[in-house]
């Protein structure tokens, strides 16, 4: 960590012009952080919306998108790498790296942070609706064996990277598993599961809140705006295992204006700047300082406080081999039949 410090000067950021041409998901980016960083540079941003990791990749590798920056989970890091999608940016040089809290300086997806920032963190759980159903909902029986009160009424977000792996570790393999006998667990559980879901979408903190559901895995950031609006919406982490995530900021290797992705790669990695995202995603966003500028119920909220009794049931996201891969998106396209 020290040496990535000693070179925090080789990047200052200086007043630019321009435009800046941004694919991220959608809602997912305080206008306000977009609106100051505008106003310091001089720089016109453009948002574009994506829904999954895999349609941005897909997106991306088709080529003439004229996107400059994408932001993309941490294990869809080394397809990016690999594919020769992503520019060697080195962030680790730009003068805010030093704000980078130092679990996620060497990330397995990206040692040593050549080519990505931090945007957030987070993790994949359980909301539910405890007005509709008080028993326990740290458990993925929620969606696996739903109770009679939520029968109909659950929405699985549509994430192959975050439900497979989970069902995978609660029947007990890894993360990313080739083995026969594991794969066709989570295959047999998610098939018989479905029937009982009203929906498999993203776009869902409105829907949730609003009651067109009572149960979901969700994002916990995304359950906390939820509780925001009805406060029995509660949030959990399975004993089975859960996900912990990041969403990285890295420019493309076919970037028009690399300037000024560096400078928005640095300016999000100032603390203020961090927080004013986090306040608005209700997300971590894993720079150090960030705290203190925080939303006062952003520092306590249970949704972004990992219980003791289940801290050892979390796994740190990792990409999986494209053998791996292939599995999974066997039985995720039947999933979606």
């Known amino acids: 960590m020290s040496a990535l410090v000693m070179t925090a000067t080789c990047f200052t950021p200086v007043h630019a012009e321009g435009v800046l041409n941004i694919y991220n998901w959608g809602n997912y980016t305080n206008p306000k952080l977009i609106e100051k960083f505008e106003k310091q540079f001089d720089v016109k941003v453009t948002m574009t919306d994506y829904d999954s990791n895999e349609g941005a990749l897909a997106k991306i590798k088709a080529g003439g998108h004229g996107f400059d920056v994408v932001v993309p989970s941490g294990g869809f890091v080394q397809a990016y790498i690999a594919e020769g ?8 040089s730009m003068e805010n790296f030093r704000n980078v809290d130092p679990r996620w300086v060497d990330v397995d997806f990206d040692k040593g942070r050549h080519y990505t920032v931090p945007w957030h963190w987070g993790t994949n759980g359980l909301a539910v609706n405890t007005g509709v159903y008080n028993g326990d909902i740290g458990t993925l029986d929620i969606i696996l064996n739903p109770p009679k009160e939520l029968d109909g009424r659950i929405n699985v977000v549509p994430d192959m990277g975050t439900l497979l792996p989970m069902v995978a570790v609660a029947m007990g393999g890894q993360q990313c598993t080739s083995d026969p006998a594991i794969l066709k667990k989570v ?21 949730f809140a609003n009651g067109d559901y009572d149960a979901a895995l969700f994002y916990n950031g995304a359950s906390m705006r939820v509780r925001q609006a009805n406060p029995k919406v509660k949030f959990a982490l399975p004993k089975s295992g859960f996900k912990i995530w990041m969403d990285n900021l890295a420019i493309l290797a076919d970037a028009q204006n690399v300037e000024n992705a560096k ?12 927080a004013l995202n986090s306040n608005f995603t209700r997300y971590s966003n894993g720079i150090v300082g960030s705290e203190a500028f925080m939303d006062k119920d952003m520092v306590s909220a249970p949704e972004l406080t990992i219980p003791d009794d289940v801290k050892s049931a979390g796994f740190v996201e990792e990409g999986c081999s494209p053998e791996i891969m292939r599995l999974y998106s066997a039985i995720w396209t039947e999933l979606q039949q």
Do not use: C, Q, T
């Open 85 to 92: 999608l992503l520019m060697k940016s080195e962030p680790n």
């Open 263 to 274: 400078l928005f790669m640095n300016f999000i990695m100032k603390p203020e700047n961090a």
């Open 187 to 207: 295959r047999d559980a998610l098939v018989a599961a479905k029937p009982h879901w009203r929906s498999m979408e993203y776009g869902s903190i409105e829907s």
